[in-house]
C-alpha cells in the first residue's frame, strides 16, 4: 500500500478533513528560512500537532541552521524531521545523527529545479547523492521539484521516469512529491511505485487551506491503486 502524506498544515480544520479522508501523515512547515505560504511559527506548530489523531504521522518540515532545526526537533519532538533547505552534504550529515539521537526519524529532500531538471546538490548524479544520504543514515528520500523562489508547493512535476529508476537503485522508502494532484497521482504511483506520495498545492483551495473535494479524491486515487493490485 502507498502511503499519503498531505503537506503544509495550517488549521484545524484541515487536519479534521485530512484525517477523515485516511492519510497517513501529515506536515507542518516551521519557521523555514525562506517565505512560504505554509509557514508556521514553532509554537503554532506545536498547538497543531497537539490536534492530530493517534496512528497518523506528524511530520515537521524544516530547513537553515543546525541550531534551529535541533531546536525544533527537541521542543516539538515530532515523529518525523524533514530536511527540505538547502543543507550542505556536510550540514545534511550533522543534522541526521543529531536528530536520530534524539529517536526522531528523517528524511531528506531531493529536489530538481524545475526549470532545468537539474539537483540543488554538490551531487549531480541523483542515485548517487540517495545512496549518499542513505549511507549518512536518512530514514528516507523524497523527491521534488524547487524553482529559484519556491523550495516546494511549486505544483511542477519532476521526471517520474528518473524517480522510478532511482526508486529502483536504493533500499530505502522514496516518497514522490513535486506537482501530484488527484488527476495524476494514480499514474504517478503506477510508473514510480513509491513508498508514499506527498503533496502540498495539489489539494488545495488557496495558499495554506486544503480543499476538503482534493484531498477526498486525492487519498481514494491512491487507495484505488492499492486495491487494483490485490
Not at 7 to 27: F, K, M, S
Not at 204 to 225: H, L, M, Q, T, W
Amino acid at each position: 500500500m502507498v502511503r499519503v502524506k498531505i503537506c503544509g498544515i495550517t488549521n484545524n480544520e484541515d487536519i479534521g478533513i485530512c484525517a477523515r479522508c485516511g492519510a497517513d501523515a501529515l506536515g507542518f512547515v516551521v519557521e523555514y528560512p525562506v517565505p512560504v505560504p505554509w509557514n508556521l511559527r514553532i509554537e503554532e506548530a506545536g498547538r497543531l500537532m497537539e490536534m492530530v489523531p493517534p496512528f497518523i504521522s506528524r511530520v515537521c518540515v524544516v530547513g537553515g541552521d543546525y541550531d534551529k532545526v535541533m531546536e525544533t526537533a527537541r521542543l516539538l519532538n515530532p515523529d518525523v524531521i524533514q530536511l527540505h533547505g538547502s543543507e550542505t552534504l556536510d550540514m545534511t550529515k550533522r543534522l541526521i545523527s543529531g536528530i536520530k539521537s534524539l529517536k526522531i526519524k528523517v528524511i531528506k529532500a531531493v529536489r530538481f529545479s524545475s526549470e532545468t531538471g537539474r539537483l540543488a546538490s554538490e551531487i549531480e548524479d541523483p542515485i548517487r547523492l540517495c545512496d549518499e544520504l542513505k549511507n549518512m543514515g536518512a530514514d528516507a528520500i523524497v523527491l521534488d521539484s524547487a524553482t529559484g523562489s519556491m523550495p516546494a508547493g511549486t505544483g511542477k512535476r519532476v521526471d517520474w521516469r528518473l524517480a522510478a529508476r532511482i526508486r529502483e537503485s536504493i533500499d530505502i522508502p522514496v516518497v514522490l512529491a513535486g506537482g501530484l494532484n488527484p488527476e495524476n497521482v494514480y499514474d504517478a504511483i503506477l510508473q514510480v511505485k513509491p513508498y508514499a506520495v506527498d503533496v502540498i498545492s495539489g489539494v488545495e483551495a488557496e495558499k495554506g487551506k486544503k480543499d476538503p473535494d482534493r484531498v477526498k479524491n486525492f487519498i481514494k486515487e491512491v487507495k484505488r491503486y492499492g486495491q487494483d493490485i490485490l
